[in-house]
């Protein structure tokens, strides 16, 4: 099966710009996924959806960021206005219904540099 | 609060040596843990689960509760093992320690 797609793979944008990033998860995979790994440290959630309704947003600094999942399918990241300490990688992950463990697919991940 | 805690950022060992990484954890509930690999220029992809008590490309983890610990342990490193490795713990949401860069020498 093909795997998390995410785009872009890399971002270069100054401080106080907006950048979005996207995620396509396994098909049919209810629930979707968004982690910040700031370098030297292990990925860090941001907010989890199940289908497109939010699960836990608790980690997300909602001033700057968004995130939305239109139609339970596909999800796009927001930051507006990004700030230097937003450098870091955003994975997207995706996992499934199925009964018992659901195990978390990543994607490869898109490199942000504020500059 | 839960909270995963990987002392060690980088190990190094030689080929056919045994090889553990740390983790130690905290958390109120009862916790679900995991290793997550992600070797260069790969995607982050699960190694294994306690709960599972399998052994995966020869690793394997044992739950110490009294220590509050999950280490990983190979009897015999290969090169191919190099790679990041993360220790996960499932509870509220998925946290992650920080990783330990492992290395193995020819």
């Known amino acids: 099966e093909a795997g998390v797609a995410q785009s872009p793979r890399y971002k270069i944008i100054e401080k106080r710009q907006s950048v979005a990033f996207w995620c396509n998860p396994i098909?049919?995979?209810?629930?979707l996924y968004w982690y910040q790994q700031i370098l030297g440290q292990g990925p860090k959630l941001l907010i989890q959806?199940?289908?497109?309704?939010?699960?836990?947003d608790s980690q997300l600094p909602k001033d700057r960021f968004s995130a939305e999942r239109l139609k339970g399918v596909d999800s796009t990241l927001k930051i507006q206005p990004a700030k230097l300490e937003d450098s870091a990688v955003y994975l997207c992950?995706?996992?499934?219904?199925?009964?018992?463990?659901?195990?978390?697919?990543f994607g490869p991940g898109t490199r942000l540099t504020v500059t | 609060a839960q909270r995963v805690t990987q002392p060690e950022k980088l190990l190094s060992v030689f080929k056919g040596a045994p090889v553990e990484l740390k983790c130690n954890y905290s958390?109120?509930?009862?916790?679900?843990l995991f290793w997550y690999v992600q070797y260069s220029r790969q995607r982050l992809q699960l190694l294994l689960r306690?709960?599972s008590r399998e052994s995966i490309k020869g690793f394997t983890a044992d739950l110490n509760k009294g220590e509050t610990s999950f280490h990983l342990k190979k009897p015999f490193a290969q090169e191919e093992d190099s790679a990041m490795y993360y220790c996960?713990?499932?509870?509220?949401?998925?946290?992650f320690g920080e990783g330990t860069q492992l290395t193995v020498n020819p």
């Open positions: 306690h709960i």
């Open positions: 996960a713990l499932s509870g509220s949401r998925l946290t």
């Open positions: 959806f199940q289908n497109n309704g939010v699960v836990d």
């Open positions: 992950a995706s996992s499934g219904l199925g009964e018992g463990f659901d195990e978390q697919y």
């Open positions: 098909s049919g995979h209810a629930t």
């Open positions: 958390y109120s509930g009862s916790p679900e």
